[in-house]
């Protein structure tokens, strides 16, 4: 039976939902320390495995997305264990469930890639044929285009797990989000950057989302109070795009707003879903943006001039090689 009591911002204790990995772990201790000093909560955890954790063994795009990451987090919401969890942005599906709304948006981290490497410094070092981990296929389709040598492996896991894959010698290099090697204090193993014009980052990239039941409005209240506007419209922006093309782990897309004064630039690029040789499709556009509806309306005109520089073709392949899996 659904528990559709809703916490008062005024009771001093709140459980929050979270995967049990280690940089999971710290964004939740982050979230549970701002509540604490924001509004003198006492902040439980209530640790959970999901099933995007469990399996290890095969490429996300083949045993059904990042949104693997958030139903336990999600169940345990709806059955009023926990009251709101915390996700990293990047996977969290485009389309909340119904009965479920991402409420806040913190401060982003590096939204940037990082190249991972014991022996070279950056992509451009490495050797023809170098073995390059990376889970994403937006990673992939990138590395291809700008080196084709490479051969880019399947890398699954937690942070911990792909760096000792790496030290261990089963690569040459991986490519990892900045932010989590930061957050962890593992800066010191980034090699290098990639920068944005290298390799652009997926929506929602750095930044952490909070999400609750909708029913939930005190707590609504309290959390929206914490939301970094300029992350907040950014990657808005960035999740229509995705949300427009259908965005998937199936999907090469990649999406990233930044911020030039009160101009929001957003940048996207889209890959063949089953054929890494395939030219890349990119677009741009830039808006004065103060609102959700006009950052979302930014994210429709990048849409827009992606599928009519030659996204569609690459979209309409996508059923085909997502059946090929």
Known sequence: MRDNSVMSTHTLSCTIATRESRLALWQAEHVRDLLAARFGWSVDLLGMTTRGDQILDRALSKVGGKGLFVKELEVALEEGRAHLAVHSLKDVPMEMPEGFVLVTVLDREDPRDAFVSNHFACLADLPQGARVGTSSLRRVVQLKARRPDLDVQPLRGNLDTRLRKLDEGQYDAIILAAAGLKRLGLAHRIRSCLELDEMLPAAGQGALGLE??????EISAAMQTLT????WLAVHAERAVSRALGGSCSMPLA???????AVLQLDALLGHPGDATVPLVSAMAQAEVT???QAEALGLAVVAQLRSQGGDALLAALPSATAQD
Do not use: C, F, L
């Open 291 to 293: 609102t959700t509806e």
């Open 212 to 217: 609750i039941r909708q029913d939930a409005v």
């Open 228 to 231: 970094h506007q300029p992350t």
């Open 255 to 261: 999406a990233h707003a930044r911020w030039n004064g």
